[in-house]
Each structure stands twice: as C-alpha cells, then as structure tokens.
C-alpha cells in the first residue's frame, strides 16, 4: 500500500484513563478511510494527536513520511494535514468568505494586514471563490454562520478546513445531527474531493453511514484499535458485533 500517512504506537493517558492505546495505522494516499467507534472510544482524542492538538505520551505520526509529531499543530496544518472539529469552529463574527481567508492567513498562504481585513486579492480571491463555488455556498458569501442553515454550517467547516489545500482530511463526526439526505449531500462533496486527489480519514459513530461510505474502516473501542477491514469484514467481524450490540462494553 502506498501510505500518505503512517501512526506507529500512539499514546494517551488522561489520569486514570487510557484515552488512546497503542494505536498503529495507516492511511492509503487517495483513500477515503473510515474511523468509528462508540462514544469515549477515543476517536476525537487520536484526531488531536494526529493533528498535534494534543501530544501524544509515545508514537510517531509520519505525513508523506515526514515527520508531524515533532511540529505544532499550525505546522502540521501547513504540511498538508486538516482537520474539522466535532463543535462548530467557525468565527461567528466573520462571514463564510471571511472565515476561509482567516483560515489562509492563519495557514500562512495570505497576507495578514493588522485587524482589518482588506478584502480578497488575487490567489486568496481565487481560492475563495472557488471553494464557495464547489460547496454550493457563493450565495451565503457575506453570510454570517449564524445565518447558515446546519447543512450549509457543516460544508462551510469543510470548506474552510480546505483553504489551505491539503493533502489529507480528517473529519470528526461531520454527520452529528444530520438525517441521511444531508448526509448524504456532504458525502457528494467529499467524493468529489476525493475525485480531485484528497485523501480523507472520516471519523463517526454512524455505523450504516460509514459502512456504505467509507472503503476501509478501522474500530475503536476503549482506546484500542479493535478491528479493520473492507466494511464487509468489519460487519463481519465477532468482536464489533459485540461492542455495538452491547454483549461486551
Ligand atoms: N482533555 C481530557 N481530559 C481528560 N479526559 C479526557 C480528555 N479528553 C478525552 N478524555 C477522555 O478520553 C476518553 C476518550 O474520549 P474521546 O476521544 O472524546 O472519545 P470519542 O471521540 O471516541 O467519543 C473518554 O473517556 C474521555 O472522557
Ligand atoms: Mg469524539
């Protein structure tokens, strides 16, 4: 397999808990890999070592086999790493438009001008539009994200989380709240994303959801890596049964 990203023994303890285990992983360059697990599996905690929100007690994270583990999370993002966030992270003061040229800036492709935003020039412009063209949100442009409806809040995350053009996407619980038709229209997103060369690492509980998605899943449970395989086999599989029918918690 050809590996964009490669996690060898990652570790975290908070006190008494093990939030992430050991956990050894690989992500095909290309792919659109699936995460799931039980609520407190630890997935949104393996998102933060992965991306540097958090560090890690032992384990390497290896993007293109470069090392991300010794960088701080804005450098991680700069290499081609993002990620969206389980709750809103939007700028609620900033329009949609202004939220993805924040996140330029803050990835270090635009200019920062003091607190004053003089406006979209150029490549950022470009950038821009084109991200609000692809999400279906040129109309909400100058929209705060108050204003958003969930489905158009949810894409604008996503879009935001592209300005910076990665090369891997992670996604932590982008279907929270959604019926299966909005579901199913981010899903057109990202596969037309993954048509366009993004490799993306979803991370839900919905199981029917990530089964008819994703191509290859991994299982947590209690901070261990419990499973992996094509969704047949994890469907398949003894102990995934018994950890989502409730036989074993
Ligand atoms: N900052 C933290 N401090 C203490 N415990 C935490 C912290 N973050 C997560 N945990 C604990 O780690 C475990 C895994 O949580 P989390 O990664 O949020 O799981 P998931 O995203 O799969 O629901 C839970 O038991 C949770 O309470
Ligand atoms: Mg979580």
Same mark, same amino acid.
């Given at each position: 397999?050809?590996?964009?990203?490669?996690?060898?023994?990652?570790?975290?303890?908070?006190?008494?808990?093990?939030?992430?285990?050991?956990? /050894? &992983?690989? !992500?095909? %360059?290309? @792919? =659109?890999?699936?995460?799931?697990?039980? $609520?407190?599996?630890?997935?949104?905690?393996? #998102?933060?070592?992965?991306?540097?929100?958090?560090?890690?007690?032992?384990?390497?994270?290896?993007?293109?086999?470069?090392?991300?583990?010794?960088?701080? /999370? &804005?450098? !991680?993002? %700069?290499? @081609? =790493?993002?990620?969206?966030?389980?709750? $809103?992270?939007?700028?609620?003061?900033?329009? #949609?438009?202004?939220?993805?040229?924040?996140?330029?800036?803050?990835?270090?492709?635009?200019?920062?001008?003091?607190?004053?935003?003089?406006?979209?020039?150029?490549?950022?412009?470009? %950038?821009?539009?084109?991200?609000?063209?692809?999400?279906?949100?040129?109309?909400?442009?100058?929209?705060?994200?108050?204003?958003?409806?969930?489905?158009?809040?949810?894409?604008?995350?996503?879009?935001?989380?592209?300005?910076?053009?990665?090369?891997?996407?992670?996604?932590?619980?982008?279907?929270?709240?959604?019926?299966?038709?909005?579901?199913?229209?981010?899903?057109?997103?990202?596969?037309?994303?993954?048509?366009?060369?993004?490799?993306?690492?979803?991370?839900?509980?919905?199981?029917?959801?990530?089964?008819?998605?994703?191509?290859?899943?991994?299982?947590?449970?209690?901070?261990?890596?419990?499973?992996?395989?094509?969704?047949?086999?994890?469907?398949?599989?003894?102990?995934?049964?018994?950890?989502?029918?409730?036989?074993?918690?």
């Amino acid at each position: 397999m050809d590996a964009i990203l490669q996690i060898e023994n990652l570790s975290k303890r908070f006190g008494g808990v093990e939030a992430v285990k050991a956990v /050894s &992983f690989d !992500v095909p %360059r290309g @792919g =659109l890999v699936g995460l799931i697990g039980p $609520n407190g599996a630890g997935k949104t905690t393996f #998102v933060n070592l992965v991306t540097k929100h958090d560090s890690p007690d032992t384990g390497t994270v290896m993007l293109d086999a470069k090392p991300m583990h010794n960088l701080p /999370s &804005f450098k !991680v993002a %700069r290499a @081609g =790493l993002a990620r969206t966030y389980q709750k $809103n992270r939007l700028f609620f003061e900033e329009s #949609v438009a202004e939220n993805l040229r924040t996140a330029m800036i803050w990835g270090g492709a635009a200019k920062h001008e003091g607190l004053r935003y003089p406006g979209l020039q150029g490549r950022e412009e470009e %950038r821009t539009k084109e991200l609000l063209d692809f999400f279906a949100l040129t109309p909400q442009r100058d929209s705060l994200p108050s204003g958003l409806s969930h489905l158009h809040r949810r894409r604008a995350e996503v879009a935001q989380a592209l300005a910076l053009a990665p090369k891997l996407l992670m996604l932590d619980e982008p279907f929270a709240g959604f019926s299966r038709d909005e579901a199913f229209d981010l899903i057109e997103h990202l596969r037309a994303c993954q048509k366009g060369g993004l490799t993306m690492l979803l991370i839900d509980h919905n199981m029917e959801v990530m089964m008819e998605v994703c191509e290859y899943l991994y299982v947590m449970h209690h901070g261990a890596l419990l499973a992996a395989g094509t969704p047949n086999e994890v469907r398949a599989n003894q102990d995934v049964i018994n950890v989502y029918l409730g036989a074993e918690t």
